[in-house]
């Protein structure tokens, strides 16, 4: 089985900066894609950022310019650096992974999540 664990949340002030992580567990034999989404309460869950293997990224509108996915393939760890938090950006965030893993068969995995809170 693939198991996706996010770190970084946390309480952080307007301005400020997080840099959220997601650990990807059990055998994974190829990766397609990772990203990071994130939902506020009452809220759809909405793409943040996604990164392919080979480095192609792409970003939400609200968050261009401030925030930055990266993937260290050694490891298989994927990375939300954020920059000038915005109350708006308040959420929990989800990592999201596209791998064939021990089943020899491409899945979708999602992470449990982590909350970011931005505010004064």
């Known amino acids: 089985q693939v198991q996706l664990v996010e770190s970084g949340g946390g309480l952080v002030q307007p301005g400020g900066s997080l840099r959220l992580s997601c650990a990807a567990y059990?055998?994974?034999?190829?990766?397609?894609?990772m990203g990071w989404y994130r939902q506020a309460p009452g809220k759809q869950r909405e793409l943040v950022a996604g990164?392919?293997?080979?480095?192609?990224?792409n970003y939400a509108d609200s968050v261009k310019g401030r925030f930055t996915i990266s993937i260290d393939n050694a490891i298989n760890p994927v990375y939300l650096q954020m920059h000038s938090l915005k109350p708006e950006d308040t959420a929990v965030y989800y990592c999201?992974?596209?791998?064939?893993?021990?089943?020899?068969?491409?899945?979708?995995?999602w992470g449990q999540g982590t909350q970011v809170t931005v505010s004064s």
């Open positions: 999201n992974a596209n791998v064939v893993g021990g089943s020899g068969l491409r899945n979708m995995y």
């Open positions: 059990g055998s994974i034999f190829r990766v397609y894609d």
């Open positions: 990164i392919t293997f080979g480095g192609s990224t």
